[in-house]
């Protein structure tokens, strides 16, 4: 979705894409405003486990893999800015 205004506010909603709005059904499921736990109680994580790493504006965050292979699509918050993380 493309605008001609810019945006410089943090408070802007923006805009959901639906299945509708793409024209066709999808398998895969974004993940909206994924949970985060510390790197030690991540059970399911080992030494050996690929992420999809993001360090923006002091705040690090680290994606699975395993779970993005499935969702495709993380929409996220950080610090009340939108991010779109994709794989």
């Not at 709005?21 to 510390?38: C, E, H, K, S, Y």
Request: charged residues 15%; glycine residues 4%.
């Amino acid at each position: 979705i493309a605008t001609s205004r810019h945006v410089n506010s943090r408070s802007t909603q923006w805009p959901r894409i639906t299945d509708a709005d793409v024209g066709r059904a999808t398998q895969f499921v974004p993940l909206d405003q994924p949970r985060f736990v510390p790197a030690s109680s991540a059970q399911s994580m080992t030494s050996e486990s690929l992420v999809l790493g993001l360090d923006w504006r002091g705040e690090a965050r680290a994606y699975p893999l395993s779970m993005m292979w499935f969702h495709h699509i993380a929409n996220d918050n950080i610090d009340g800015w939108p991010v779109l993380v994709t794989y």
